[in-house]
């Protein structure tokens, strides 16, 4: 089993900056994929940013150029770091891992999420 725990949500203006936390626990073989995603209200779960084992990073449009993942392997923690975020940014946000554990299988983790509201 593999836990996630996110952090760094809240209420920023038009314009300004957070950044999440996403930290990993438990017994992960090798990661195979982990990223972050978002939800806003009515809408669908979509992608945010992804990083995929051996295939590089990949952002969504819409964050192109403000979003930023980063990952500290030493504190198994996984960032996004927002910059000049806009009111359409407003959504739950969470972590996720695709893992291997030691019995050979691929398993996605979800984070709680973590709410992040944008004042225009």
């Known amino acids: 089993q593999v836990q996630l725990v996110e952090s760094g949500g809240g209420l920023v203006q038009a314009g300004g900056s957070l950044r999440l936390s996403c930290v990993a626990s438990?017994?992960?073989?090798?990661?195979?994929?982990m990223g972050w995603y978002r939800q806003a209200p009515g809408k669908q779960r979509e992608l945010v940013v992804g990083?995929?084992?051996?295939?590089?990073?990949n952002y969504a449009d819409s964050v192109k150029g403000r979003f930023t993942i980063s990952r500290d392997s030493a504190k198994n923690t996984m960032y996004l770091q927002m910059n000049s975020l806009k009111s359409e940014d407003t959504a739950v946000y969470y972590c996720?891992?695709?893992?291997?554990?030691?019995?050979?299988?691929?398993?996605?983790?979800w984070g709680q999420g973590t709410q992040v509201t944008v004042s225009s």
């Open positions: 438990g017994s992960i073989y090798s990661i195979n994929r």
């Open positions: 996720y891992y695709n893992v291997r554990d030691y019995s050979g299988d691929y398993v996605d983790y």
């Open positions: 990083i995929t084992s051996g295939r590089g990073t």
